[in-house]
């Protein structure tokens, strides 16, 4: 099986940086043996203005034969593997194993020679000349255009000499674009090679869930064929694709959580001159967790969901909190947290304050019990309602802290904001908005079910006939309910401060 990629350039820049990104050195051809045969690559064309790479995998039948060992004999092309298949041919898994194998300091973007050159798109041409194709060019399609590609997915026929035949499940594809680092590209193709083929010549395990979430970073949470991805990669072993769906949905959180733009639970458009302000809401937020955490006289907090950073940013600004732990799904959320929390260049009594910890809140993690309050501020309405019961009791039933603080938009307040269409969510990764009286009742039935009792509270301006935007709930496990200000358990706070907050 064969691949190319190619890119243009001229003198001050030339195209033969190609080389230097891909550890491979124009002018020699070079081998590397693979699990499964010898993986060659060489340079067709190396000039300053046009320099292509090519990479020509050899499959060794009989190694092919021998590794299929156990369950992997189950997979589809295995009935027949020792006497005819389209292995040695067709772009797949083995294609992308080798590309991992030969390419893998290219496909992490790193390069200590031209780091700049690594970090910046380029111009790219790749070919595969067969690539099967479960669900034809228009599939193809589905997968590289939404990355930025140009697709041309060419079908083979089955038989030229016989054209009545038709075509086969196999297409030519030409990849064009000016978009992506040549490490995207590369994980690209490392995902969706064998998605594409819909199998995979090795036995898929849990530790497939995070290959995929590691090549896939930056683009396969966002990806409007994500479904179709998962499962095809993860050879449709649904709880791994279930698993890796969930983890997705949180990076999709993380990635949208930004300080500057705040798009999450804000419907405003930050160029448009309304009212409601995306940033004062998110601060209105924050400033209303950090009251209450305060009242409660919490100092170890947790921040469930901490995306990146800001909340815990706001936390280790007052030396009242003595242990802050941001946890995310995401690794990316948490080195942009690590980063704008400057934790490489804080001091040692100050980083002695904040842990970041990866980890998902459906699931119960010993690390996170035994602590004042725990926050999840805009999260629950990311989750999928069939899992809100696994986070409830990760939350309520395992981790059991003193106090809980739990934010998320009122639906109610919808129609204040000119600029969001009738019916529309405030976020496009919301899988639900809550009126105040399913929060609420929500709310009550948590406390209930985990000891907990419960407030209400008011976050940003009150409207006397939809409430205010978001809305607070602020659990205490075992206490009894505040009465000055509140009506009961569910009523909001009558105080001066947290209503303007």
Sequence with gaps: MFITVTTTGHPERPATDLGFLLHKHPDRSQAFSTSH????????EATAERCTAALLLEVDPVALVRKLKGKERSTPDAALAQYVNDRPYAASSLLAVALSRVFSSALKGQCTALPARAAEPLPLRIEVPVLPARGGAELVHRMFAPLGWTVTATPVPLDEHFPEWGGSRYVSLVLEGSGSTLAEALRHLYVLLPVLDDTKHYWVSQDEVDKLLRAGEGWLATHPEQQVITSRYLNHRWGLARTAQERLALERLAQSDDTEVEEI???????????????????ARRTAVVTALTRTGASRVLDLGCGQGQLVKELLADPRFTEIVGVDVSARALTVAARRLRLDRMGE?????????QGSLTYTDRRLEGYDAAVLCEVIEHVDPPRLPAVEYAVFGAARPATVIVTTPNVEYNVRWESLPAGHKRHRDHRFEWRRDEFRDWAQQVAARHGYTVELRPVGPEDPEVGAPTQLALFRRGAAPATTGTTGTTGTTGTEEESAA
Excluded at 37 to 44: K, L
Excluded at 349 to 357: I, K, N, Y
């Design 37 to 44: 045969g010898t993986a060659h690559v060489f340079y067709p």
């Design 349 to 357: 009594r100050q980083a002695s304050r904040v842990t970041l910890l």
């Design 265 to 283: 639970d804000n419907a405003v458009d930050e160029t448009t001159d309304t009212e409601e302000k995306p940033v004062p809401l998110a601060r």
